[in-house]
């Protein structure tokens, strides 16, 4: 879920290992493991279906738009306006940016959940009032941090990644080999019949989401394959690179810590520290200083990630901006080169979803599984978008020049296409049935309640947007969307 960048030059100079870096520190994240692990041992089934599906289809059609000559800057925005106009790609670039608003949210329960544990204060994760007022503090402070420039941000995401995510990683794949090969028995039941989910379930698969949510964002990452020194070689195989470890690394995490924490206790906010925990004590019980250590170090990572994204997403909808469909005020940027104005209204959003997650969430995990539903169906739509803009593509614009391109002809690419289409569609319908986890009642009227209202006042908002400042500001006549060429085939 990373933000769209593009590449200031074509230079080729990206080897196959530096972009599959860059690319998995996009779509890799810890604390998204107890969400796996809350689905049992289906996990692998929906890491597979969703990484063969859905991840690589959206690498794949990301990567050869990213490379259609003149097609690399302004991501999302450039492609689906291009291929369906200008509407459209402004539509999908809004959804891209608007997700975040709330993944902020998701990203910080997991601050305020690791930092509860370390500090033995339960009100943090479970009290409304202190989590908003948490919630706030960090967001605030590192969206104020940003304003002195973005030179340093690369630094802190590399070292949040590695102290952040790869340390406590290995350290949890290690813990759960050795508690295995040592006899540890598994509380999560791991069996053949247990891979498959029970289909006649609708709220046991709404978990899928969640699946959807972590490989997401690797659509990113495809506006600097023109970086790459042998992009048609090279991109695939790392993404193919990609999908096999994230499948693997997810499945060991997810599993690492279902097999030691009860279902019925897992906090999807604390579950990795409940993890670290449960494997720990297996072995002994006297490194509670070691959990702690851990704890702070994911929560630092996660913190580097959100101060990463803070500035990052913002960008697509600035080079919307600059063809008139924001106001210009907003896309105005300081001597840093900082969009200010944009950065204070993006911070009032978050605040406002903040308070509609925390104060109407009814608990921490009907709170955590609501922002994630939320953050995923305003993401696939503009998935949505993003699949049906490279039908057009294939069906269209065929003898556009392009660096890399999908091998196997028309065919192979509309089923590439379809089926990332259809994964999209039925991930963005079950995300509106109430997961088991929040349970029934008023818990499960509220997260309904929230979803459906703010997922309906989001769709309309680009449209609603674009129709004013296109009447405010109407491209002059003979001015084609994005400063278009003709490219028809």
Not at 191 to 218: K, R
Not at 381 to 409: C, D, M, Q, T
């Amino acid at each position: 879920m990373k933000h769209q960048s593009a590449p200031s030059n074509t230079a080729r100079h990206m080897s196959l290992f530096g972009f599959f870096a860059l690319t998995a520190t996009m779509v890799m994240t810890v604390y998204e493991y107890p969400t796996f692990a809350s689905s049992g041992i289906s996990l692998v089934f929906y890491l597979v279906v969703a990484g063969v599906f859905w991840f690589l289809p959206v690498a794949l059609c990301a990567a050869e738009m990213a490379t259609v000559e003149g097609w690399d800057k302004g991501g999302v925005f450039t492609w689906s306006g291009h291929a369906l106009g200008e509407r459209w790609g402004f539509a999908n670039i809004f959804f891209q940016w608007f997700q975040i608003t709330v993944g902020f949210v998701t990203m910080i329960y997991f601050i305020l959940g690791a930092l509860s544990y370390v500090f033995e204060w339960s009100a943090l994760n479970d009290n409304s009032t202190v989590k908003f007022i948490g919630v706030m503090i960090i967001f605030w402070g590192l969206t104020l941090s940003q304003f002195g420039g973005t030179k340093y941000t690369a630094m802190i995401s590399k070292v949040g990644f590695l102290l952040g995510i790869l340390i406590p990683a290995c350290i949890l794949f290690s813990l759960s080999i050795a508690f295995f090969v040592t006899g540890g028995v598994s509380d999560m039941p791991i069996t053949t019949e247990a891979l498959l989910p029970d289909f006649t379930q609708l709220n046991t698969l709404v978990v899928f989401v969640s699946f959807i949510l972590a490989y997401a964002g690797i659509e990113a990452s495809a506006t600097h394959a023109n970086e790459m020194k042998n992009v048609k070689r090279d991109y695939p195989l790392a993404i193919i690179m990609l999908v096999i470890l994230a499948i693997v690394l997810n499945t060991i995490g997810g599993v690492a810590i279902g097999a030691v924490v009860p279902e019925k206790e897992l906090g999807l906010s604390i579950g990795v520290v409940q993890g670290f925990e449960g494997l720990f004590n297996y072995f002994t019980h006297d490194m509670d200083w070691a959990i702690r250590v851990i704890a702070v170090l994911i929560a630092l990572g996660v913190v580097a990630e959100v101060s990463a994204w803070v500035v990052g997403p913002s960008w697509g909808m600035l080079e919307a901006g600059k063809k008139g469909l924001l106001p210009a005020k907003l896309s105005a940027t300081n001597s840093e080169g900082v969009p200010v104005n944009f950065l204070l209204l993006q911070g009032a959003i978050v605040s406002i979803w903040a308070a509609v997650l925390t104060f109407g969430g009814g608990g921490a995990n009907v709170s955590f599984f609501t922002a994630i539903s939320l953050t995923v169906v305003i993401y696939v739509v503009g998935y949505i978008i993003f699949f049906l803009a490279y039908i057009k593509v294939v069906l269209s614009y065929s003898n556009l020049p392009r660096a890399f391109e999908i091998p196997g002809g028309k065919g192979v690419k509309l089923f590439i296409a379809i089926s990332g289409l259809i994964i999209s569609v039925v991930a963005l319908a079950i995300s509106f049935v109430p997961p088991a986890q929040v349970g029934g009642g008023d818990a499960a009227t509220e997260y309904m309640t929230i979803l459906v209202v703010s997922f309906a006042i989001t769709l309309v908002l680009p449209f609603w947007i674009y129709h004013v400042m296109r009447k405010n500001n109407p491209l002059p006549p003979g001015v084609k969307m994005l400063d278009d060429k003709d490219t028809s085939s």
